[in-house]
């Protein structure tokens, strides 16, 4: 799994999550203080998350796109096309370069 974060201007950073790790606090924490490190601004609204008691819902395949969808997938589609991977470990690498 990997954070991303991304601006106008594409990919700005991304973390690569070891396997048998979970996201928690002290991970969560480590990740802010390299965002810090990077001079990357990471703005929270205070806003509760999953405590919200009305829910909308969301149709499986849904025509509405994430911002993910305009920015983020684009750039990785164009870093990574027309290669060929057989471990994380090279896509990590290539996504890193």
Same mark, same amino acid.
């Given at each position: 799994?990997?954070?991303?974060?991304?601006?106008?201007?594409?990919?700005?950073f991304?973390?690569? !999550?070891? %396997?048998?790790?979970?996201?928690n606090?002290?991970?969560?924490?480590?990740?802010?203080?390299?965002?810090?490190?990077?001079?990357? !601004?990471?703005?929270?609204?205070?806003?509760?998350?999953? %405590?919200s008691? %009305?829910?909308?819902?969301?149709?499986p395949?849904?025509?509405?796109?994430?911002?993910?969808?305009?920015?983020?997938?684009?750039?990785?589609?164009?870093?990574?096309?027309?290669?060929?991977?057989?471990?994380?470990?090279?896509?990590i690498?290539?996504?890193?370069?």
């Amino acid at each position: 799994m990997a954070s991303i974060l991304w601006n106008a201007h594409g990919i700005i950073f991304i973390d690569y !999550l070891r %396997k048998e790790r979970t996201i928690n606090r002290d991970y969560y924490i480590a990740l802010l203080d390299r965002l810090k490190e990077k001079k990357v !601004l990471l703005h929270h609204d205070n806003a509760m998350c999953h %405590k919200s008691v %009305k829910t909308m819902a969301n149709p499986p395949y849904s025509p509405n796109l994430a911002p993910s969808d305009y920015c983020l997938f684009s750039d990785l589609k164009r870093m990574l096309a027309g290669k060929k991977f057989s471990s994380n470990e090279e896509v990590i690498a290539e996504t890193e370069a």
